[in-house]
Structure formats: structure tokens, C-alpha cells
């Protein structure tokens, strides 16, 4: 519900903040956002030489007398943003499960809580909306699109509702949604990223319709250093594929070497595309994900 994501005084907060895209200005409609585009809206743009043809409205009398030059007034055109929030909802997002680990790390409820905060951000500034929930076999749950603050409480609850669960071909998803919303938007997109079939092609999907993608790479403390040694049976929450493997000193340090490659090749992989990329630890508070972080990357200002 949306009194266990936010209270007053962080809604607040967030009224403060807005959504940044330096590439996508192709509104629907207009909105509260200046467009790069020469438009018809009363802030004043610029001026330029009058050509045969051009309306005699827009001329500015004041500078005709005194130039004795005709020129016509230039507008910014508002429009809205386009916000798409995408959230992995997979059963490997349900972690650390029920007694396996600090409640207050569990990835999925940090991801409810950013996707919200990222969404009413969007909602309040007038932006265009919609935030969706992955799951597998195609069946993605959208909320929206919607404008307007009007519409918090609306998206609080639906978000406060999700459950993650089965298993999911993230990149397939991310095809899918591409196809079926291709207004080119600021798409930010919360994963843990472990897809064993990948999820590059999804994300070029999303920029191939024109998307702004950002990235905020979501994982646990206890997978960043796992709490575990000994002869163990591990299980794939997703498929239910098992491995038996013998946690020692050299297995844990190649562990956390494969880790920080991982991470290392996401981010020039990002970088290398034009992709925001935030990587972020549940234990860290989503305030300075919001904050601090997603500032740094201009996704928020």
C-alpha cells in the first residue's frame, strides 16, 4: 500500500526533484517540460529575420521601430516526457527470502521503492507515466501511461501490490515492450541483471525505438559477499536447476573477482552505448540512490 513506501515528508522531497532526458524530446503532447523544438507556447525562445510568408502576428512591432527590420518572435514548444519504469518482477528479485538473510535488503522491495520514487518524480512534474512489471512468458502488468499528480495514490498502490515471481527471459521482455510502446521516452529500467540468457538485446531494442535507457543495477549484500562456506546444494530460484559446490577461501575469492568483472563489464558496456548505469546495494538507503546517485548520472536534477 502507499503508506509502507513513502510518508509526507519524503513525498515532499521528491516534489523537488525532476526527470532529465539530454536525448528524447518527442512529446505527445503538451506538457510542463521546455522542448529543444521551436514551438507556439508564450516563453520566449529567440528572435530571427522575417521571411516572405511567415505570420505577421508574430512579428515584433517594438523592434520594427526601432530597427526598422522585421523580426519574428521565436517560442519554446512544452512538452511532456514520455517515463517508462520497468521493474524485473522474477523470482531471483524475491532475495533474501523469509529467514535467509537482513529483511531490509531484499531486492525487490528496494526496487519497489525506487520505481515509485522515479514515477511520482514523473507524475508530479507532468510527465507521462507508465510503469510496468516483468514477468515471464510475455506477461508484462503496465500501470498507465497517466500525467498528472492526480494519479500518486493510483500508482503507489499498484506498485505497492507487485509480488515477483517465475522466471524470465529478460531480454525477450524487454523486446516486448520495445514493440509495444515505441514512443521514445526516458526508459529506467531496475534489474539484478542475472538473466542466463542475457539482456543486451532487450536493452538495444529499447534504444533502437529511441529510448533513453537507464540502468540501476540492483543486488543484495549477501550476493556481493554471500555469508556461506562448506559443501552446499545451490538452487536456481528461477528454474529450479541445482549445483552442488564446495565454498572455501579460493572459491570465495574467485567469486568476488568474477563479481567485480561482471560489474566492470556492464559499466563499459554502458558507457560504451550511451547507457546510464547505476549499481547499488539494497543495504544502501534508496534516498541516496535518488539523491545522490541518480543526480550524478543526470538522470534527475
Not at 206 to 228: F, R
Amino acid at each position: 500500500m502507499a503508506e509502507r513506501l513513502f510518508d509526507e515528508k519524503t513525498l515532499r522531497q521528491l516534489d523537488q526533484l525532476t526527470l532529465v532526458a539530454n536525448r528524447v524530446r518527442a512529446g505527445a503532447m503538451k506538457g510542463e517540460r521546455r522542448s529543444v523544438r521551436r514551438g507556439t507556447s508564450l516563453e520566449f525562445a529567440d528572435y530571427r529575420n522575417y521571411v516572405r510568408g511567415d505570420d505577421l502576428r508574430r512579428v515584433d512591432w517594438n523592434i520594427f521601430a526601432r530597427l526598422e527590420r522585421p523580426f519574428i518572435k521565436l517560442f519554446e514548444e512544452e512538452e511532456d516526457l514520455a517515463v517508462h519504469v520497468l521493474i524485473d518482477a522474477s523470482a531471483s528479485m524475491d532475495f533474501p527470502r523469509e529467514g535467509e538473510g537482513d529483511p531490509k535488503h531484499h531486492k525487490f522491495r528496494f526496487a519497489q521503492r525506487t520505481a515509485a520514487a522515479l514515477a511520482y518524480i514523473g507524475l508530479a512534474s507532468g510527465d507521462n507515466v507508465a510503469v510496468t512489471a516483468l514477468y515471464g512468458a510475455g506477461l508484462n502488468v503496465t500501470w498507465g501511461a497517466y500525467r498528472g499528480r492526480g494519479r500518486s495514490l493510483a500508482l503507489l498502490e499498484y506498485i505497492g501490490a507487485l509480488q515477483p515471481a517465475g522466471d524470465l527471459d529478460l531480454a525477450g521482455a524487454l523486446r516486448d515492450y520495445a514493440m509495444r510502446y515505441p514512443r521514445p521516452g526516458l526508459c529506467l529500467f531496475i534489474s539484478d541483471l542475472l538473466a542466463p540468457n542475457g539482456w543486451r538485446d532487450g536493452i538495444a531494442a529499447l534504444q533502437g525505438v529511441g529510448h533513453e535507457v537507464a540502468i540501476i543495477h540492483v543486488l543484495s549484500p549477501e550476493e556481493i559477499d554471500p555469508p556461506l562456506a562448506g559443501d552446499l546444494q545451490l538452487v536456481d530460484v528461477e528454474s529450479g536447476a541445482t549445483a552442488d559446490v564446495t565454498i572455501d577461501a579460493a572459491m570465495r575469492d574467485l567469486y568476488m573477482r568474477r563479481l567485480l568483472a561482471w560489474r566492470d563489464e556492464i559499466t563499459a558496456y554502458c558507457r560504451k552505448r550511451g547507457i546510464h548505469y547505476a549499481t547499488v546495494e539494497t543495504s544502501t538507503s534508496w534516498e541516496t540512490l535518488i539523491m545522490t546517485e541518480l543526480r550524478r548520472l543526470g538522470v534527475l536534477r
